[in-house]
């Protein structure tokens, strides 16, 4: 059986930085001054919600029974209370003080809302509103740091894929002193190894890697490795029965960006950019018995962005962006089938651009490309033995630029898409009974936060899925959060830790890994958690 396409390329850059307590809670400050704080604590941890003088919004999701809330008002005669509303009703309420103070609160189950009446000296109230769930959906084990590395500008990845035993490996780049290392980690019957060094090659940094694990639990990365030359060489490790192979040289090209994907029948395909003067070219190259073959030429002249996908006998899938002139980029696709590449097929001609295109396919090669228009939409298209369909329903929701898609592929042909929609993320399913989308999803609301982005989602083999992103709540906080669909519906985002930039995969039984970066004043560090489905 195969697994399930899990896929977070080419993110867009979240700059995180000094990383704070985590905020977790939905909260309209109004753009008032009636408080100067108002802070919650929920499991022992501090959670900064609003000052006063913004009007920043975050999710309140919890397990936890209890909370400390503590309040103060900008006029210390000022009256504060709360009130605990469920459908509406008050089911809880009492006195916080004069001018504020803390108290200890219990949080009903389901949903609900905490509110903050504030009434200043004058008569004037103000009301806070903090929306609450108290989460039933499979839990996430508790945030492990697996390495830390001094505080550099480069550092890449992390990426993740996941075996049909919800076994995993991480790969990520790593700046070591004045050079950045690929670095591999596994997790193995819910235990989480030791990282260990892919390659040792000090010439030049070794950046972009990439990751495709089999149902077995074997693996292949790819990675781009600088020479100090005009010509950065690709690179990769294979991952046999528990064992790392050396770095094995597939192009000493100019190669940059690699992606890789590997069927249960041991082939792989990677594909990537090739600078060719001011143009670039798109190439690839197929693992078979263990070795790699002489690279081959997709596209010439001004073709970036490749994206791979395989099948179970190892027919594979490529998709890329190629730049026609200004303003004009089209969507392109190149099929392998029998170990032949069938040559570059126009997949969408726009007036304008069609960019950042990913591809996942079923175990049989049926699959479902997507990608980002320039008038502000998103383009897809099913893959149906052999042929390329237009899907029906609507994808996008219409509200504002659609960008960043990502998309998985389940094994019954269903697909989940992701995507950023101005300040709001979305998702949509198609059903491969049908051939549709369903029609968007909003996941979140993120128009309090500065950013909300690195979109990652995997889905099981009953179509189930999980999505992963990043938002920066407040200056200097970035936060990892995860969002679970289970029969069309999505839960309310449960923080995953502190950092961002992360990926998530998940098995056919519905096992999810998740990892990212957290940052401090002086240091990166890699940080991993993981969740089992519900029995």
């Given at each position: 059986?195969?697994?399930?396409?899990?896929?977070?390329?080419?993110?867009?850059?979240?700059?995180?930085?000094?990383?704070?307590?985590?905020?977790?809670?939905?909260?309209?400050?109004?753009?008032?001054?009636?408080?100067?704080?108002l802070e919650v604590e929920v499991d022992g941890l501090?959670?900064?919600?609003?000052?006063?003088?913004?009007?920043?919004?975050?999710?309140?999701?919890?397990?936890?029974?209890?909370?400390?809330?503590?309040?103060?008002?900008?006029?210390?005669?000022?009256?504060?209370?709360?009130?605990?509303?469920?459908?509406?009703?008050?089911?809880?309420?009492g006195l916080i003080g004069s001018g504020g103070g803390?108290?200890?609160?219990?949080?009903?189950?389901?949903?609900?809302?905490?509110?903050?009446?504030?009434?200043?000296?004058?008569?004037?109230?103000?009301?806070?509103?903090?929306?609450?769930?108290?989460?039933?959906?499979?839990?996430?084990?508790?945030?492990?740091?697996?390495?830390?590395?001094?505080?550099?500008?480069?550092?890449?990845?992390?990426?993740?894929?996941?075996?049909?035993?919800?076994?995993?490996?991480?790969?990520?780049?790593?700046?070591?002193?004045?050079?950045?290392?690929?670095?591999?980690?596994?997790?193995?019957?819910?235990?989480?190894?030791?990282?260990?060094?892919?390659?040792?090659?000090?010439?030049?940094?070794?950046?972009?890697?990439?990751?495709?694990?089999?149902?077995?639990?074997?693996?292949?990365?790819?990675?781009?490795?600088?020479?100090?030359?005009?010509?950065?060489?690709?690179?990769?490790?294979?991952?046999?029965?528990?064992?790392?192979?050396?770095?094995?040289?597939?192009?000493?090209?100019?190669?940059?960006?690699?992606?890789?994907?590997?069927?249960?029948?041991?082939?792989?395909?990677?594909?990537?950019?090739?600078?060719?003067?001011?143009?670039?070219?798109?190439?690839?190259?197929?693992?078979?018995?263990?070795?790699?073959?002489?690279?081959?030429?997709?596209?010439?002249?001004?073709?970036?962005?490749?994206?791979?996908?395989?099948?179970?006998?190892?027919?594979?899938?490529?998709?890329?962006?190629?730049?026609?002139?200004?303003?004009?980029?089209?969507?392109?696709?190149?099929?392998?089938?029998?170990?032949?590449?069938?040559?570059?097929?126009?997949?969408?001609?726009?007036?304008?651009?069609?960019?950042?295109?990913?591809?996942?396919?079923?175990?049989?090669?049926?699959?479902?490309?997507?990608?980002?228009?320039?008038?502000?939409?998103?383009?897809?298209?099913?893959?149906?033995?052999?042929?390329?369909?237009?899907?029906?329903?609507?994808?996008?929701?219409?509200?504002?630029?659609?960008?960043?898609?990502?998309?998985?592929?389940?094994?019954?042909?269903?697909?989940?898409?992701?995507?950023?929609?101005?300040?709001?993320?979305?998702?949509?399913?198609?059903?491969?009974?049908?051939?549709?989308?369903?029609?968007?999803?909003?996941?979140?609301?993120?128009?309090?936060?500065?950013?909300?982005?690195?979109?990652?989602?995997?889905?099981?083999?009953?179509?189930?899925?999980?999505?992963?992103?990043?938002?920066?709540?407040?200056?200097?906080?970035?936060?990892?959060?995860?969002?679970?669909?289970?029969?069309?519906?999505?839960?309310?985002?449960?923080?995953?830790?502190?950092?961002?930039?992360?990926?998530?995969?998940?098995?056919?039984?519905?096992?999810?890994?998740?990892?990212?970066?957290?940052?401090?004043?002086?240091?990166?560090?890699?940080?991993?958690?993981?969740?089992?489905?519900?029995?």
């Amino acid at each position: 059986m195969s697994f399930p396409q899990t896929v977070r390329f080419r993110s867009y850059a979240l700059a995180f930085a000094v990383a704070l307590a985590p905020a977790i809670m939905q909260v309209s400050c109004e753009g008032n001054t009636t408080l100067t704080r108002l802070e919650v604590e929920v499991d022992g941890l501090d959670r900064i919600v609003c000052f006063a003088p913004s009007s920043r919004s975050y999710q309140f999701s919890t397990r936890a029974d209890d909370a400390i809330l503590t309040v103060e008002a900008a006029q210390p005669g000022a009256t504060t209370v709360y009130q605990w509303l469920v459908d509406g009703s008050v089911v809880d309420a009492g006195l916080i003080g004069s001018g504020g103070g803390t108290l200890g609160l219990s949080i009903p189950d389901g949903t609900s809302i905490l509110r903050i009446n504030v009434t200043a000296t004058e008569g004037n109230l103000d009301r806070y509103t903090v929306d609450v769930t108290k989460l039933d959906t499979p839990e996430w084990a508790a945030p492990q740091v697996l390495a830390t590395w001094p505080r550099v500008i480069t550092n890449q990845g992390p990426r993740i894929g996941v075996d049909d035993a919800g076994n995993a490996v991480a790969v990520w780049s790593q700046r070591n002193g004045l050079l950045s290392s690929i670095y591999a980690v596994r997790f193995t019957a819910g235990t989480w190894g030791a990282p260990e060094l892919l390659e040792t090659n000090d010439t030049g940094n070794a950046l972009t890697p990439a990751i495709a694990v089999a149902p077995n639990g074997d693996a292949l990365v790819v990675w781009s490795q600088d020479t100090l030359t005009s010509n950065d060489e690709i690179h990769a490790s294979q991952l046999v029965s528990g064992v790392w192979s050396g770095p094995e040289l597939i192009s000493a090209l100019a190669g940059f960006d690699p992606q890789v994907a590997l069927a249960p029948n041991g082939q792989g395909v990677a594909v990537w950019q090739e600078r060719v003067g001011a143009a670039k070219d798109i190439r690839a190259s197929r693992l078979d018995s263990g070795n790699w073959g002489t690279a081959e030429l997709l596209q010439e002249d001004f073709a970036e962005s490749p994206q791979i996908a395989i099948a179970d006998n190892g027919d594979a899938v490529a998709v890329w962006e190629r730049r026609l002139g200004i303003g004009n980029t089209d969507a392109y696709v190149d099929r392998l089938v029998s170990g032949v590449w069938a040559g570059p097929e126009l997949l969408e001609f726009t007036s304008g651009t069609s960019t950042d295109l990913q591809i996942g396919l079923t175990p049989n090669g049926d699959g479902v490309a997507i990608w980002e228009q320039s008038n502000g939409i998103l383009g897809s298209k099913r893959l149906v033995s052999g042929t390329w369909l237009f899907p029906g329903g609507q994808l996008a929701a219409g509200t504002a630029t659609a960008r960043f898609p990502r998309i998985s592929v389940s094994e019954n042909g269903d697909a989940v898409a992701v995507w950023d929609e101005g300040l709001s993320l979305y998702a949509n399913r198609l059903l491969g009974s049908t051939g549709g989308w369903e029609g968007p999803s909003l996941l979140v609301n993120a128009a309090g936060s500065s950013n909300a982005g690195d979109l990652s989602v995997g889905v099981d083999a009953q179509g189930d899925a999980v999505a992963t992103y990043t938002v920066i709540e407040c200056p200097n906080l970035a936060t990892m959060y995860v969002t679970q669909m289970t029969s069309g519906e999505w839960s309310v985002p449960e923080r995953l830790g502190t950092g961002g930039g992360g990926e998530v995969a998940v098995d056919p039984n519905g096992n999810a890994v998740a990892v990212w970066f957290g940052l401090t004043d002086t240091e990166y560090s890699l940080q991993v958690s993981h969740r089992s489905p519900t029995p």
